[in-house]
Nanobody, 118 residues
Framework: QVQLKESGGGLVQPGGSLRLSCAAS????????MGWYRQAPGKQREWVAG???????NYADSVKGRFTIARDNAQNTVYLQMNGLKPEDTAVYYC????????????WGQGTQVTVSS
């Protein structure tokens, strides 16, 4: 089992920045990947960004150039730096831990609310 604890959400004005954190604990594989998804009201959950165990990153087109994902393997923590926030970024952001090639070790955090509004 892997437990994920997110933090860092909140209310920010358009153009502002937030940094989300997700700390993982429990039975973590060295080959695990971590990432962020989000779900806006009335919409399906969508992938935002991911980072592999070796540090390779991928981003959804909607956040490319504005969001940066990073991880601290020593702390089993993944971060999402969000700059240039837009109202359409408003959503509950979920952290996910998984092992590539299988769904057997998919784990989710409880989510943290990000609201972008003036």
């Amino acid at each position: 089992q892997v437990q994920l604890k997110e933090s860092g959400g909140g209310l920010v004005q358009p153009g502002g920045s937030l940094r989300l954190s997700c700390a993982a604990s429990g039975s973590i594989f060295r080959s695990n990947a971590m990432g962020w998804y989000r779900q806006a009201p009335g919409k399906q959950r969508e992938w935002v960004a991911g980072i592999g165990s070796g540090g390779n990153t991928n981003y959804a087109d909607s956040v490319k150039g504005r969001f940066t994902i990073a991880r601290d393997n020593a702390q089993n923590t993944v971060y999402l730096q969000m700059n240039g926030l837009k109202p359409e970024d408003t959503a509950v952001y979920y952290c996910k831990n998984w092992v590539p090639g299988t769904t057997r070790y998919d784990y989710w955090g409880q989510g943290t609310q990000v609201t972008v509004s003036s």
